[in-house]
């Protein structure tokens, strides 16, 4: 797909994204739900490629423990749809 193309006008991330995968593949991060303070709303997103982001999911140690499972599948050779939780707190070193 041709971004130049599509009749809907999309942000600059979103055209650096799919210009990007036209060559690389990358795995996608998202926060998919959140409950009381958190860094970024639902929604926010980040790709994964095997030397660097696009985006972010909110930093920190949950941005950093998904950015290693992201690489890892990458490395796999990726992998299909999975959902996997992290919530903030001691279970990742907080």
Same mark, same amino acid.
């Given at each position: 797909?041709?971004?130049?193309?599509?009749?809907?006008?999309?942000?600059?991330?979103?055209?650096?994204?799919?210009?990007?995968l036209e060559h690389e593949a990358a795995v996608?991060?998202?926060?998919?739900?959140?409950?009381?303070?958190?860094?970024?709303?639902?929604?926010?997103?980040?790709?994964?490629?095997? &030397?660097?982001?696009?985006?972010? #999911?909110? *930093? $920190?140690?949950? @941005?950093? =423990?998904?950015?290693? &499972?992201?690489?890892?599948?990458? #490395?796999? *050779? $990726?992998?299909? @749809?999975? =959902?996997?939780?992290?919530?903030?707190?001691?279970?990742?070193?907080?």
């Open positions: 797909m041709r971004i130049n193309d599509s009749p809907v006008k999309l942000n600059v991330q979103t055209q650096q994204l799919l210009k990007r996608l991060v998202r926060v998919h739900a959140s409950r009381g303070s958190v860094p970024r709303e639902v929604g926010a997103w980040m790709a994964v490629f095997a &030397h660097d982001c696009l985006g972010t #999911a909110g *930093g $920190g140690q949950v @941005e950093w =423990t998904a950015n290693g &499972h992201a690489r890892h599948l990458l #490395a796999r *050779g $990726g992998a299909a @749809e999975q =959902t996997v939780h992290y919530s903030l707190g001691p279970s990742l070193g907080q």
